[in-house]
């Protein structure tokens, strides 16, 4: 189904920087909104319930399982994530772009039900630099950092099946190949027909 609103997926390994160039990309481009996810992980120093994440037990997540409310969901690194349907379907639908950022496997369970949705896969430009990202940003145990770091191999092997692939080597560069990913989706002929309606009819061009 073609949306007037544009869904994009970003999707990284752990550490990679996915969250800072989605963080950057919403501070630069008020059009996109991101979704809020629910998982069963417990929150990390600074996130809050409802910014991050909302923050469920695990007994909240099954009946949101069980109730059909997410349109996506997986096991990654040990605990459930989840995309609810009602912090994409409603926006989209609206005409507002949305940007999830979610695991491979998620990714590729959205892209099966929005076929339009554009896939985005983000690189770290060596494993060296996963590790010591991973290190620096220091909310994980060691136990953690090297667990995220064995699924790394496995989830970066997905990244051939995305629309998209960022190196995330100097930060502003990424945030500039981000921008113009999201710049040339607005720009094709079906995606935010409306916003350019006028003038297409007026070509007489629909
Ligand atoms: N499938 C799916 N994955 C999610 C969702 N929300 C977050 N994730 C992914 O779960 C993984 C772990 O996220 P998190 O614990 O916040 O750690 P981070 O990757 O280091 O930021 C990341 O790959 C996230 O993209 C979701 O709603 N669905
Ligand atoms: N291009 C970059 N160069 C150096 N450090 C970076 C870069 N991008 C992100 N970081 C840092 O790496 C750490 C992990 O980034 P984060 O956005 O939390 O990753 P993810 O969401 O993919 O787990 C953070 O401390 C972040 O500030």
């Known amino acids: 189904m073609d949306y007037p ?24 481009d008020s059009q996109v909104q991101p979704s809020v996810s629910h998982t069963t992980r417990a929150p990390r120093g600074q996130e809050k319930h ?18 059909g409310a997410f349109v996506e969901w997986a096991h990654v690194h040990g605990n459930r ?9 409603e926006r989209i639908a609206s005409g507002t772009d949305v940007v ?14 929005f076929t339009n949705a554009v896939l985005v896969f983000i690189l770290p430009p060596s494993w060296e630099e996963l590790r010591s990202r991973l290190e620096r940003r220091g909310e994980d145990s060691p136990e953690v950092i090297e667990m995220r770091l064995k ?16 190196i ?23 995606a935010q027909r409306r916003s350019r309606a006028d003038t297409f009819k ?3 061009i629909i």
Request: proline share 1%; hydrophobic share 50%.
């Open 100 to 113: 999830l950022e979610i695991d491979y496997q998620g990714a590729l369970q959205i892209k099966r039900i």
């Open 81 to 89: 994530y989840g995309t609810s349907k009602k912090a994409v379907e």
């Open 50 to 67: 409802g910014r991050e994440y909302f923050f469920v037990s695990q007994q909240e997540f099954d009946s949101m399982v069980l109730g």
């Open 168 to 190: 995330n080597e100097l930060f502003e560069r990424a945030l500039f190949d981000l921008k113009a990913i999201v710049h040339a989706q607005r720009l094709k002929f079906t």
């Open 151 to 166: 699924n790394a191999a496995e989830e970066m092997a997905q990244a051939r099946e995305f629309d998209f692939v960022i």
């Open 5 to 28: 609103g544009n869904l994009f997926v970003v999707a990284a390994p752990s550490g990679a920087g996915k969250s800072s160039l989605v963080k950057a990309l919403m501070e630069l």
């Open 202 to 204: 007026a070509l007489n």
